[in-house]
């Protein structure tokens, strides 16, 4: 039987979506069909600039997960604050920090000509392999990014190129204390981004694990001050 918490939590979590303005949409790069999902402010006007925020889910980061990860961590506050959100589905050529990169950056230009979007920069964020994902595009293609947030996520492949390359970005670590693998993993790469004069935002969420319900619904507040903070400083 289910328990009246998880009742109201469901219909919190139905009215996010049902509030946030939610596209699907799909685009081909470099042979490969990208699904996406783009959430818009009320009363969204192309004319007019707006912050961006690009996701990646966790997991298989297929559709059900990016639905998730708007559900719980993005529609409410993107609604709120007046940003584009766009969440990205893994395509057939693999996740986002493997084969599924093939996408970007035509992808990110494919967005900025969409979209005017505020200083032609996003925040990119996400889940576990979406915070692999993020760390990977960003370090990649640092020139169209504001801030970098992993909850959790690091960089993989961290050489002294792909790390300088996160020069000049706000980066936001947040890892369960009770997610023992990558706590070490995120800590010891914070410390050495911080040893190299980088602006770091490193966290452990008390009593979570993997997955952290401290930064879903009104949690995911703390997401989005991070990306209004890196939009004001240290970003430029």
């Not at 990014?145 to 960089?155: A, I, K, N, Q």
Request: proline share 4%.
């Amino acid at each position: 039987m289910n328990k009246p918490w998880m009742f109201v939590a469901g219909i919190v979590l139905a009215s996010q979506i049902a509030f946030a303005e939610t596209t699907l949409k799909h685009d081909d790069f470099a042979g490969v069909t990208l699904y996406y999902k783009v959430i818009t402010p009320k009363d969204y006007d192309p004319a007019k600039e707006y912050p961006a925020v690009l996701a990646f889910p966790g997991g298989a980061q297929s559709m059900p997960m990016v639905d998730g990860m708007i559900a719980r961590n993005l529609a409410l506050q993107a609604q709120k604050r007046g940003y584009i959100v766009v969440v990205c589905s893994a395509t057939a050529a693999g996740l986002f920090y493997e084969g599924g990169a093939v996408v970007f950056p035509a992808f990110l230009d494919k967005l900025l000509a969409d979209y005017k979007i505020r200083g032609k920069k996003f925040h990119i964020a996400g889940i576990s392999n979406g915070g692999l994902s993020s760390f990977h595009i960003a370090a990649s293609y640092p020139k169209y990014f504001w801030s970098v947030t992993g909850f959790p996520g690091y960089l993989l492949n961290a050489t002294d190129e792909r790390v300088a390359a996160l020069q000049g970005r706000c980066l936001n670590m947040h890892v369960g204390q009770l997610d023992s693998g990558w706590l070490d993993t995120m800590q010891k790469q914070s410390v050495m981004f911080r040893a190299k004069g980088m602006k770091v935002r490193f966290t452990i969420e008390r009593g979570q694990g993997h997955v952290m319900t401290t930064l879903e619904g009104v949690g995911a507040a703390r997401l989005f001050d991070q990306f209004d903070e890196a939009a004001r400083g240290c970003g430029k």
